[in-house]
């Protein structure tokens, strides 16, 4: 199975040249974030014409997550358990869930398409929301490996955190001014992965950025930062054969600001198992 991240920032405006990419690199399931657009207003003839299934969740004109894929899509959820809501100047648990979140299961595999909060600013109450919702996805995580410890899990998205000053070269996302490199929101990202999950990218693609802004010319001056992950349970990280992170997608005629990142899985065949014989000692 190949599997891809891509917040494709407006699936209506670049449906061409993402269902071109995953033709391309023959890719089995494509997680897209910030679709921007609600379920019936997405390009499903598109993608059905290249071979594959969708289901999609938007709210409106903003944020909005799907999954693509070639196999069945199974067992369909639209929030994480616990995933927290949101809306300015309210208070309390009620408050409407973003369309942030979309999960299903694809070949035996459970993935999660995410779009983790931006924060926008330390002092805003999205930044509070984004330390919520981080730590409920920590819970759920944390709850579904405790209950089914060889299940292959994909958490997979924009998590708009650069957990390293490696993933950072963008000068103006300094530490102590802006989100995305706060030590409270590393912390968040360092307890996910303790929850049970780790990056199946970075072993095998140690350095390179995923997102790069529109503006002052921060790709060509490389001024980017890696804020898109593939994290997995071991079940899936010890099925990773291959990794990438496609940097090209940046170029050309309009662009996402991200770019794919790709794992390739091979997961034990149970029906090859029984071409061996069994030995009784």
């Known amino acids: 199975m190949r599997l891809a991240t891509w917040n494709v920032n407006s699936i209506r405006a670049r449906v061409g040249r993402i269902v071109a990419f995953a033709e391309r690199e023959s890719i089995d ?21 290249a071979g594959y299934h969708v289901e999609a ?12 894929s070639r196999e069945p899509i199974e067992d369909v959820e639209y929030s994480f358990p616990g995933m927290p809501g ?13 369309a942030r979140a979309i999960g299903a299961t ?22 509070t929301y984004k330390l919520h919702w981080l ?12 209950a089914r410890p060889d ?27 802006t989100t995305h490199v706060s030590p409270a929101e590393r912390e968040a990202f360092a307890a996910l992965e303790s929850a049970g999950v780790s990056d199946v990218v970075r072993p095998l693609v140690p350095e390179g950025y995923t997102y790069w802004d529109y503006k002052a010319l921060k790709f060509p001056r490389n001024q980017g930062l890696r804020i898109d992950f593939i994290l997995g349970s071991r079940a899936l990280a010890d099925a990773v054969t291959g990794a990438a992170i496609h940097r090209d997608e940046r170029k050309g005629d309009a662009p996402s600001d991200h770019v794919p990142v790709v ?5 034990p065949n149970e029906a090859e198992d029984d071409d061996f014989p069994m030995i009784f000692g």
């Open 29 to 49: 399931v494509l997680a897209m974030q910030e679709i921007k657009c609600k379920p019936e207003q997405f390009p499903y003839a598109e993608f059905e014409a």
């Open 57 to 68: 969740h938007g709210l409106n004109q903003w944020n909005g997550v799907a999954i693509a």
């Open 86 to 98: 949101f809306l300015k100047d309210h208070d309390g648990p009620d408050a409407p869930l973003e």
């Open 106 to 127: 694809v070949g035996g595999v459970r993935v999660w398409s995410l779009y983790v909060p931006n924060g926008r600013s330390l002092h805003d109450p999205h930044y």
């Open 135 to 146: 730590k409920a996805l920590e819970e759920y995580t944390r709850q579904t490996l405790t």
């Open 151 to 177: 299940l292959p899990l994909a958490l997979v998205g924009d998590y708009n955190i650069a957990p390293t000053d490696a993933d950072n070269g963008d000068p103006q996302v300094v530490e102590g001014v």
């Open 263 to 267: 794992v390739d899985l091979d997961f």
